[in-house]
Structures are given as C-alpha cells and as structure tokens.
C-alpha cells in the first residue's frame, strides 16, 4: 500500500510539473510581447525582452558642432557642446571617428586627429575639440560613440496604436466580422452533426468521408474558386461583390468542416439510452436536438467558438479578399499591418500590436476555458 500510495504521490507531482512546463511555454511568448511593447524603441532593436531590466548598448554617431560655435581659450581655439539632449540619461563607454573603428578610444580620453587637433568626449556626452588655430570646418567633426543607457519603459506605443486614425473603426469592422462568423457555423454543424450522429439516411458515411477529406484542403487553394463563385452568384442576383454578407459565407464555408467533424464525435458518444427513452416518449428529432443534445453538447460547442473566433479574429487573408482593404473596410489585423509601413521594421509597433490583438481572444478564451478540455475530449469516450 505504501509503494502504492508512493508511486501515486509521484504520479501526481510528475502531473503537476508536466501543467507547469506547459503554462510557462504558453506564457513566456505573451509576457515577452508584453514587456517588448511597453520598452522603449531604441532599446528594443537593439536587445531582447529578457534583458529589459538590464543596461543596454548602442553605437550611434552624431556630430560637433561647426567652426561658428569655437571660442579662443588660453592660446587654443575650442569647441564645446555634448552629443546627448538636454535630460538624456546615457552614458559615454567609448568613441571613435572612424565608422571602421567606432569605440577606438575610451570616454574621457583625447584622441588625436591630427595637426594637433584633439577631441576629447566624456562619459556624459560632453566634448572637446582643441586646435593650436582657428577650425575653417563648415560642418562638425563626426564622431562615433557607444552608449549604455538604463532600462527605459513608455507607453507612447500603446498611444500610437490606439489613438491612430481608423483604429476604433477597424475594431468595429473585426467584431462585426468575427461575431457572425463565429454563431453561423456552429448553427449549421449542430444541426448537420446530430443528424449525421443519430439519423440514418442514404449516403450518410460518404458525406461524413467527404467532409473528413474537406478538413485537409488548405484554404490558400480554395479561396480562389470560392470568390469566383462568390462572385458569380452575386452579379447574377445584383448583390455588390464586397460585403459583410460575403466574408460570413467564406469563414463559415472554412469552418464546417472541422465544426461538423467535432460536434458529430462528440454527439455520437452520448448516451444511446437517452435518445432511446426520448424517442418512446414520442419526441421528435427536433425535440430531441434542442431540449437534450443542445444542452448536453455545450462544452464541444463553447470549445470550437473559441477555435472559430480565433481564427476568424486574427484572419486577414480572407478579410482582404471578400471585405476589401479601403479604410472603412479594413479589419483590426489590416489596420495595425497598414501602421507598420512597407518595410515592417517598427518593432514597438508591431509588438504593441500583437498585444492589443490578443486581449479580446483572452476574454473570450478565459470566459469559456472550463469547457474547453471538455470540449477537446469530444468522443474519446463513448458514453454505455
């Protein structure tokens, strides 16, 4: 009984270990997100999330200021100033004046540039150039320099990306896409499981082999031939091509699949007596589906609106093809793509983006999490 009750003690802190590897993989990638959007964008390039709270390095290059600004100072002329702005915090390590060689000479000591010129830079961004005679440079010295500045966190990236033009309505434009698209194919795949589960009919196993097949065609290849088809059906009955009404069809079209294939396996695994006893009663399939399955199958059902709303939330695809990319049709994910430019290298911008996209997918997620276990169990038993 002791090894018994030993190997049980193991069993469940190994379980318990296992739940924590997991959450700490799923949560790392979202707290590095998070802690990346409120760093700021000098740092951010330049060093990873891990070492925000940590002294980071950057070599830049500014200039001195020109030969209108020297002063005459015990037989040298001299010109003074400092690389940083007023209430910068960074600190000189070492400069340079070549782009070859940037951290030649150490903060604090003089380099020699040459008949007898020297600049001298400090830890603190001031600087000193010395010559026994008058500069004639029309532009400043370049200077190359490493600076370490102390962790910086801001919220101006929170500020760009929420108060941009267009946002509030992109945001708008994405919850009238998703919400639809998310309640139309669960209506569809409960009605197509059930039947599909409980009802006999002449071609029942091929249409369940079909849609099976339909859940490994990649929706790049169909997209194609549906918006051909979209397309036809509504010039011929005078419907405009780029409507709400269109991208519902398509994420519907794409979702049934694995909706049906998950609803049906979990439908089939409830108890045969129920139905059974259901049917001597004399309820019909309707009845049956709407007062005993619909309420049984609300795990499997919560489990895929998570699934489907992901999905359908973070699309943007689909979004461009049959919603179109003007600025009143722009869903959350285009709208925050457009402020990232051409090139894409505004990382603030696209960390604080990656944020903002995923606080609605949480709620939703942590709103419905206790039935999503359940729901992903769905006819792995099969009820007596």
Known sequence: MASSRGKSFIGRFGVHIAVLVFVAIWTIPTLGILVSSLRDKDQLIVSG?????????????????????????????????NLFGAGDARTVTAFGTKAQQPTQFEAGTAADLGEGVTLQVNDDGSYVMSSPKAFEITRGQRVYFSASAPPRFTTDNYRTVLFSEGIGRSFINSLTVTIPATIIPILIAAYAAYALAWM??????LLIAVIIGLLVVPL???????????????????????????????HTGFGLPFAIYLLRS????????????ARIDGASDFEIFVKIVLPLSFPVLASFAIFQFLWVWNDLLVAMVFL????????????????????GGDWEILTTSAFVTIIVPLIVFFSLQRYFVRGLLAGSVKGG
């Open 266 to 277: 979990y439908i089939a695994g409830l108890p045969r007596e129920i139905m059974e006893s």
């Open 220 to 250: 790049q290849m169909s997209l194609i031939p549906l918006l051909k088809l979209y397309n036809g059906v509504g010039l011929f009955f005078g419907v405009p091509a780029k409507t709400y009404l269109g991208i519902w069809l398509a």
């Open 49 to 81: 999330w891990w070492t925000a709270l940590s002294t980071s390095s950057q070599t830049e290059a500014g200039r001195t200021d020109a030969a209108d600004k020297q002063v005459e100072k015990d037989g040298k002329f001299l010109i003074m100033g």
């Open 200 to 205: 006999r009919f002449p071609g029942r196993a």
């Open 324 to 343: 179109g990319s003007g600025s009143d049709q722009l869903v959350l994910t285009g709208k925050l793509n457009a402020l990232l430019g051409s090139r």
